[in-house]
């Protein structure tokens, strides 16, 4: 089975956004890798001290094909270093696994099928 890690903003930290329904769309989209046969998992973070060891804690819990960085991380210039510091933690942590991108959380499915 094909195995995916997600990595993305924490919706909770997110001032102004309902993190509820940011936490039950990402619920939504790990279902939808379950109806593909594919194990998935989500590791959220926030930009300060805690970012790394969760990530590294995430990145080495399994032997992942492709972890998909969400657009939450990418897409907010303030977050740039979050962004490089995933990256890198991921070329050093998971080198095995692809790196995909995806546009909002919904089709983090497709950013991973594209690797797969």
């Known amino acids: 089975m094909s195995s995916v890690l997600v990595v993305g903003y924490d919706p909770q930290a997110i001032p102004g956004l309902d993190g509820d329904a940011l936490r039950a769309a990402l619920d939504a989209e790990l279902a939808r890798f379950g109806h593909h046969r594919i194990d998935a998992s989500v590791t959220v973070v926030v ?46 942590h998971a080198p095995q696994a692809a790196i995909a991108f995806n546009t909002s959380i919904g089709d983090s499915l497709e950013a991973a099928q594209r690797w797969l």
Not at 60 to 82: F, N
Request: net charge negative; no cysteine.
């Open 47 to 92: 930009f300060d001290d805690s970012a790394e060891s969760t990530l590294v804690e995430s990145l080495t819990r399994h032997p992942w094909d492709v972890v998909v960085v969400g657009g939450g991380i990418r897409k907010a210039e303030p977050l740039l270093p979050l962004f490089e510091q995933v990256v890198n933690l991921i070329r050093r």
